[in-house]
C-alpha cells in the first residue's frame, strides 16, 4: 500500500498493522471499522477521572449500538443508558443486567414506559404529565427525573439540550407539582439526572450545571444518585492540533464539588455521567472507496460510496472529520489541492468533507473517515433504497472480526407489502 496521508490512524496504529485497503477488499466499502484496544483505553479514561469512590459511567448507547460494542464496554465495568426499546433490548443482549441500566426517556408512550417497567430498568421522565403517567403505571414505584439546569452548550444548536428553547427536562421551577405528583402515586424520587448537550471542550457551563442541578437536589431527601449527563467532547481536527476536553482539569474540580456536596447531602449518594462520544468516536474509521474525480468549473469533487445515508453528521450539522487516504495504485502525486469529497446520495447537500486541502486523489482510492465510531451507524440510514454498511472490529490480538453484515437488498423489501 503506498500510504498517503495517514498520520492520525498512524499515531495512535489505529489499523494495527492490517492494511485498510485489505480491509475493504474483503469486507467491501463502506466499512465501519472499530478497534477494540481504543474502546477499552477510552472506557478506563473515563472511568477512574473522578476518584469520588461512588462515580459510575453509563455509556450512551445511542452513540453506538452495536451488541459487540457493548459487550466491550461492559466487560470494561460501565452501566449504559438507553432512550428506547430497542436500546434497552440491545443492552440486555449484550449481558447488562436491568439494574445496569438507565432509561432516559422523553415523550414516550404507555406501551413504551410499560415496556421499561416491566424490563425492570431504572427510569428517568422527563415532563410532569410523563411523571404523572409513570406514578399511574407503577405507583409506589421508583423514578428519577431530568431536569433542566438552565444552562446548555454542544456543537451545534441541534445538540443543545438544556437551557431555554429545548424540548428537554423539567425547569426547576416545577419542583413543587413535582413533589405533589410523587406524593400523590407515592414515588420514591431516587434519582435526578441532566444532559446539557452534546460535545463540549470548554467545560465551564458543565460545572455551572452541576451546581444548578445540587440546588435542585438539596430539594429533595430521597435522592440515591444524581446524574450529570454525557457531552464530553473529543477533537475532530487533529491535523490541526485540537485537544479533546481535559478530562485531568475536569476530574480535579468535579471531585472538589461532588465530595462537599456528598458530606453536606448526608447520605451516600452516587453520582453518574453519560458519556457516548467520549467512548465511541475515536475507535472507530469509516472506509470508503473514491469512484470518480472530477471538475465542475474550478471546483474539483472526489465522488465516494459515503453517502449522507452512511454518515449523517457532516449533512445534519455541518460537522468536521478528518479525511485519511489510503492508495494501492502506483500513482504518485506531491500535489496537495482544495477538494471536494460528496458520496452517491442524489443531492447536492450529499458532502463529506467541504473544499478540503487534500493530498491529489484519485479514482480508486480508499478514504478513512476519522471519528466516526459515534453516531456513524446509529444514524445510518436507507435512504436511497441505498444499504446500510458493514462493521468490523479489529480486536485486542490483532484479528478482524465482522460484527454486523452490511444490508442485502432483500432488507429493504422486507417489511413492505405490495398490493
Ligand atoms: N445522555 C443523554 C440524555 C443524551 O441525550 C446524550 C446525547 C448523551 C447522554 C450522550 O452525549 P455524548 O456524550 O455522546 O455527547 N447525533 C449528534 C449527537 C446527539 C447527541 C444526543 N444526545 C452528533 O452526531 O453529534
Redo the contacts with the bound molecule.
Keep these: 500500500m503506498q500510504k498517503v496521508y495517514s498520520k492520525v490512524t498512524d499515531s495512535f496504529n489505529f489499523f494495527q498493522g492490517k492494511n485498510p485497503i485489505e480491509l475493504a477488499e474483503k469486507y467491501g466499502t463502506p466499512l465501519y471499522v472499530y478497534n477494540e484496544r481504543v474502546i477499552r483505553q477510552k472506557c478506563r479514561e473515563i472511568k477512574k477521572f473522578v476518584k469520588y469512590p461512588k462515580f459510575v459511567v ?1 455509556y ?1 448507547s ?2 453506538n449500538t452495536n451488541i459487540a460494542f457493548l459487550q466491550i464496554v461492559k466487560s470494561e465495568g460501565l452501566e449504559v ?1 438507553a ?1 428506547s426499546p430497542g436500546e434497552i433490548l440491545a443492552a440486555k443482549k449484550a449481558g447488562f443486567k436491568p439494574d445496569e441500566i438507565f432509561y ?1 426517556s ?1 415523550n414516550v408512550s404507555k406501551d413504551e414506559m410499560q415496556y421499561a417497567i416491566d424490563a425492570g430498568v431504572k427510569i428517568s421522565v422527563d415532563s410532569l404529565e410523563q411523571l404523572e403517567q409513570y406514578g399511574q403505571f407503577n405507583p409506589g414505584g421508583e423514578i428519577s427525573v ?1 431536569f433542566n439546569p438552565g444552562v446548555g452548550a ?3 444548536i ?2 443543545v ?1 438544556g437551557g431555554k428553547k429545548t424540548k ?1 427536562g423539567v425547569n426547576h421551577e416545577y419542583v413543587p407539582q413535582v413533589k405533589e405528583i410523587l406524593k400523590k402515586y407515592n414515588l420514591k424520587l431516587i434519582g435526578i ?3 446539557i ?4 471542550i470548554d467545560d465551564k457551563a458543565f460545572v455551572k450545571s452541576i451546581g444548578n442541578l445540587f440546588d435542585i437536589a438539596r430539594q429533595f431527601d430521597d435522592l440515591t444518585f444524581i446524574d450529570m ?5 473529543v477533537s475532530y481536527k487533529k491535523e490541526e492540533g485540537q485537544m479533546g476536553i481535559d478530562l485531568e482539569k475536569l476530574g480535579k474540580v468535579m471531585d472538589e464539588e461532588l465530595s462537599k456536596f456528598a458530606k453536606e447531602y448526608g447520605k451516600e449518594i452516587i453520582f453518574r455521567i ?8 475515536e475507535a472507530g474509521v469509516l472506509l470508503g472507496t473514491v469512484h470518480a474525480v472530477k471538475y465542475n468549473g474550478p471546483d474539483k469533487f472526489a465522488g465516494t460510496d459515503i453517502g449522507f445515508n452512511v454518515l ?2 457532516p449533512v ?2 455541518d ?1 468536521y472529520h478528518g479525511i485519511e487516504i489510503y492508495r494501492k495504485s502506483d500513482v504518485k502525486s506531491e500535489k496537495k489541492e482544495l477538494i471536494t469529497v460528496v458520496g452517491n446520495v442524489c443531492e447536492s447537500g450529499d458532502m463529506l468533507a467541504k473544499e478540503r486541502m487534500l493530498p491529489e486523489i484519485f479514482k480508486g482510492d480508499i478514504i478513512g473517515v476519522l471519528d466516526a465510531g ?3 451507524y ?2 445510518a440510514s436507507n435512504y436511497n433504497n441505498r444499504l446500510r454498511p458493514a462493521e468490523v472490529l479489529i480486536r485486542e490480538n490483532g484479528d478482524v472480526v465482522l460484527i454486523r453484515e452490511r444490508d442485502t437488498l432483500d432488507d429493504l423489501l422486507r417489511h413492505q407489502i405490495s398490493l
Design positions: 453509563d450512551s445511542k452513540a443508558d432512550v432516559i422523553n431530568r454542544g456543537h451545534n441541534k445538540v439540550t428537554f439526572n441532566q444532559h448537550g452534546s460535545l463540549f449527563g454525557g457531552g464530553f467532547g453519560e458519556p457516548g462520544r467520549y467512548v465511541s468516536a449523517q453528521r445534519m450539522y460537522s459515534a453516531y456513524g446509529s444514524m
